[in-house]
C-alpha cells in the first residue's frame, strides 16, 4: 500500500508537469529545434542534397544557388550537406558526454553522502579539485594530454561536468535519508540498493533532468569550440567546430560561409536552453498551473 | 562570517596544491619523452641524459614534486622551450591584456544586463518585458566564439566600423576603439545572464513586505524604485560578478584566438599546440591561480550579500 501510493504520487507530479509544459511556448520551440537536430543526425544520408566529402574545386566558395542551397565551401563541398552530417558529431558528444557525467556523478555523489566520513570529504575534494581550473583551460590541457578526437572529446568533457551532478546528488541524497519514509524503509529491512533504488532516485530525477538538458548544450557548445581552435574533432569530418575553423581562413572574403554553422550552433544551444527551461519552471513545485509563465 | 572567510582562505592552499600536482605530472603524462620534444630529433643520448639530470627527470617523483613547488613559490617557472625566455616574463607580458579584455567585458555585462532587466522588470508583462526577455535568452546561449565570429563577420567586414585584428597602435583611445569588439563579443553571454537576474530579482524585490509597506504610506513608484528597491535587488548581482570573472577568463581564450589579440588564453592554446611544456604549465598556473581567486572572491562576497549562505 505504502508503495502504490507513492506510485500515484509520481503519476500526479507527471501529468502536473507535462500539463504546465504543455502550454509553455518554450517547450514547441525547443522540443521542434532538438528534434529537427536529432532526425538530421539519424536520417542524414536521407535529407543532404550531397556527399558531405566530395569534393569540386571548379565551384569552390560559391554563394547559395538551386544546386548547393547555402553554397558551397573552400574545396567545392556543399555546405548544407555538411551541416547536416555535422548533427551527428553534436549529439554523439551530448550524449555520450552527458552519460559519463551522469553515471559517475550518481556513483560518486551516491557513496557520499552514504559512506560519509573520510570518503566523503576525499570525494568532495575531487569536485572542488576539478572545479578550480578555469573549465576551458582544464579541458584544453587533457585535450593536450590524450589528444585530440571525438572519443577523447566526450570523455574529458564527460569528467568536467561530473562535480555537477556529484554535488546534486549527494545533497538530495543526504536529504532524502533524513526523511522519515526512508528511515521507516531502512527499518523494514530495505537493503541501500532498494532505497537508493525505489526512494532516492525518483527524487533525484527531476533536477538531473534539468541539469541534463542544459549540459547537453553546453556540451554541444565546447565541442564546436574546441574544434574551432583545432584541438576538438579535426578535418575533415563534418562537425559545426570544423566548419567554423575551416571557414574563419575566410572571413574576410566569404563571410557568408562562417555565419551557417554558427547559426546551427546558436539555434542547438538556444532549442535545448528553451526546453530545459520550460522543463524547469514545471518542475519548479513553486509553479502552479495557473500562473505559467 | 569572519569564520566562514578564514575556512575559505584555508579551503585555498590544499586547492593550489593540487593544481600544481596536475601542472607537474603534466612532464610524466604528455605523449613522449621531454628531453626528446626540448632537443629535436639530432640530438644524442648524452645530450638527452644530460638535460633529463638538469630537469631533475631522474629525481624520484615527490623530490621532484617538491623542488617544483621551491621554484613556484620564487617565481621561477622554467624556461619556455621555443622562446628561450623564462615562462615569468612571457606569461607576465600578456596578462595585463587578458585582464583589460576580461574586466572590460564584465563592466559591459554588468551595465546593459542590470539595464535591461531594470527596464524588462518596470514593464513586467508588456510586450516590451517579453521583447527584452526574449534577447536576454538568446544573448545567454550564445557561445563566446559565435559573438566573436558574428561581430567581426557584421561590424567588421560588412560595415566595416571596427577592426578585427590585433590590439592598435599607440594611444589609449585607439587600444580602446580596438578594445570595443573583443570586449563586446566577451560580455554577450552574462549580459543576459545578468539581465534575466536582475529582472527576476527586482520583482521578488518588488513584492516583498517593505516595499509594499513604502506603496501604502503612497511614496511615488519611481521613488521606491530607485531610493529601496534597486539597494535590495542588486545584491545577488554583486554576488554572481566574482564568478563572472572566473567564467569570462575561460572565454577570453577564444576572443583572443578569434581577434588575434596577445593574451594568456592565446599564449596558452599556443604552447599546446607547439608542445612548450614549461609555458603550457606556467600559462595554466597563472590562469588557474586567478580563477580560484575569482571564486575565493565569489564565494566570500556570495556571503556578504546572502547571508544564509553561512550555515552551510
Same mark, same amino acid.
Given at each position: 500500500? +505504502? ?19 504543455? %502550454? ?25 542534397? %550531397? ?6 574545386? =571548379? ?33 554523439? =558528444? ?8 551522469? +553515471? ?13 566520513? *573520510? ?79 525505489? %526512494? *532516492? ?93 | ?312
Amino acid at each position: 500500500m +505504502f508503495n502504490s501510493q507513492r506510485l500515484f504520487r509520481f503519476k500526479k507530479k507527471i501529468s502536473r508537469v507535462i500539463n504546465i509544459m504543455k %502550454h509553455d511556448y518554450r517547450t514547441y520551440v525547443g522540443g521542434v529545434i532538438i528534434l529537427a537536430i536529432f532526425i538530421s543526425a539519424i536520417f542524414a544520408p536521407w535529407l543532404a542534397p %550531397h556527399n558531405p566529402y566530395s569534393t569540386d574545386v =571548379v565551384n569552390r566558395l560559391q554563394g547559395p544557388s538551386l544546386n548547393n542551397p547555402l553554397g558551397t565551401d573552400s574545396v567545392g563541398r556543399d555546405i548544407l550537406s555538411r551541416l547536416i552530417y555535422a548533427a551527428r558529431p553534436a549529439i554523439y =558528444v551530448a550524449v555520450g558526454g552527458l552519460s559519463i557525467s551522469v +553515471f559517475f556523478g550518481l556513483i560518486l555523489g551516491l557513496s557520499a553522502a552514504y559512506l560519509g566520513g *573520510i570518503i566523503d570529504k576525499l570525494i568532495l575534494f575531487l569536485f572542488d579539485f576539478i572545479r578550480a581550473f578555469p573549465p576551458l583551460i582544464l579541458i584544453l590541457v587533457l585535450l593536450a594530454i590524450i589528444g585530440p578526437s571525438l572519443i577523447s572529446v566526450i570523455i574529458i568533457l564527460g569528467i568536467t561536468i561530473i562535480p555537477r551532478y556529484g554535488r546534486v546528488v549527494r545533497a538530495e541524497t543526504l536529504s532524502e535519508k533524513e526523511e522519515d519514509y526512508v528511515e521507516s524503509a531502512r527499518s523494514l529491512g530495505a537493503s541501500n540498493f532498494r532505497v537508493v533504488y525505489k %526512494h *532516492i532516485f525518483p527524487n533525484i530525477f527531476a533536477s538531473v533532468l534539468v541539469l541534463g538538458g542544459m549540459d547537453m548544450a553546453s556540451m554541444i557548445m565546447w565541442e564546436a569550440g574546441l574544434s574551432f581552435l583545432g584541438l576538438g574533432l579535426q578535418p575533415p569530418l563534418s562537425s559545426w567546430g570544423v566548419m567554423l575553423q575551416e571557414s574563419y581562413q575566410y572571413i574576410q572574403t566569404a563571410p557568408l560561409m562562417i555565419v551557417w554553422p554558427a547559426l546551427a550552433i546558436m539555434l542547438t544551444m538556444l532549442g535545448f536552453s528553451l526546453f530545459a527551461e520550460s522543463l524547469r519552471v514545471a518542475l519548479n513545485p513553486k509553479t502552479s498551473q495557473e500562473d505559467r509563465y | 562570517m569572519f569564520i566562514y572567510i578564514i575556512k575559505r582562505l584555508l579551503w585555498v592552499i590544499p586547492t593550489i596544491l593540487a593544481v600544481l600536482f596536475l601542472l607537474f605530472s603534466l612532464t610524466y603524462l604528455l605523449p613522449g619523452d621531454p628531453a626528446d620534444i626540448i632537443l629535436g630529433p639530432r640530438a644524442t643520448d648524452e645530450m638527452a641524459e644530460n638535460l633529463r639530470e638538469r630537469l631533475g627527470l631522474n629525481r624520484p617523483w615527490y623530490q621532484g614534486y617538491f623542488s617544483y613547488i621551491r621554484d613556484v613559490m620564487r617565481g621561477d617557472l622554467g624556461v619556455s622551450v621555443f622562446r628561450s625566455r623564462p615562462v615569468f616574463n612571457v606569461v607576465m607580458e600578456v596578462l595585463p591584456y587578458t585582464l583589460a579584455l576580461t574586466f572590460a567585458g564584465m563592466g559591459l555585462a554588468v551595465i546593459n544586463g542590470i539595464l535591461i532587466g531594470l527596464l524588462a522588470a518596470n514593464y513586467q508583462n508588456t510586450w516590451f518585458d517579453k521583447f527584452l526577455t526574449l534577447i536576454s535568452f538568446i544573448t545567454a546561449s550564445t557561445p563566446t566564439y559565435i559573438a566573436s565570429v558574428l561581430i567581426i563577420v557584421i561590424f567588421s567586414v560588412n560595415l566595416n566600423l571596427l577592426p578585427s585584428i590585433g590590439l592598435g597602435e599607440g594611444g589609449l583611445l585607439n587600444s580602446l576603439y580596438y578594445l570595443i569588439g573583443p570586449a563586446v563579443a566577451l560580455s554577450i553571454g552574462w549580459t543576459g545572464y545578468i539581465g534575466r537576474l536582475t529582472r527576476s530579482s527586482m520583482l521578488e524585490t518588488l513584492e516583498s513586505d517593505f516595499i509594499q509597506t513604502e506603496k501604502s504610506f503612497g511614496l511615488p513608484r519611481n521613488y521606491i524604485i530607485y531610493k529601496y528597491a534597486l539597494k535590495k535587488a542588486i545584491k545577488p548581482i554583486i554576488a554572481v560578478i566574482g564568478l563572472g570573472v572566473g567564467r569570462l577568463l575561460g572565454g577570453a581564450v577564444f576572443v583572443e584566438v578569434i581577434f588575434t589579440r596577445p593574451g594568456l588564453g592565446r599564449l596558452i592554446v599556443d604552447s599546446i599546440f607547439e608542445r612548450d611544456l614549461p609555458l603550457v604549465r606556467g600559462g595554466v598556473l597563472v590562469a588557474a591561480l586567478l580563477f580560484v581567486f575569482a571564486n575565493l572572491l565569489a564565494d566570500i562576497s556570495y556571503a556578504y550579500f546572502d547571508p544564509r549562505i553561512k550555515q552551510e
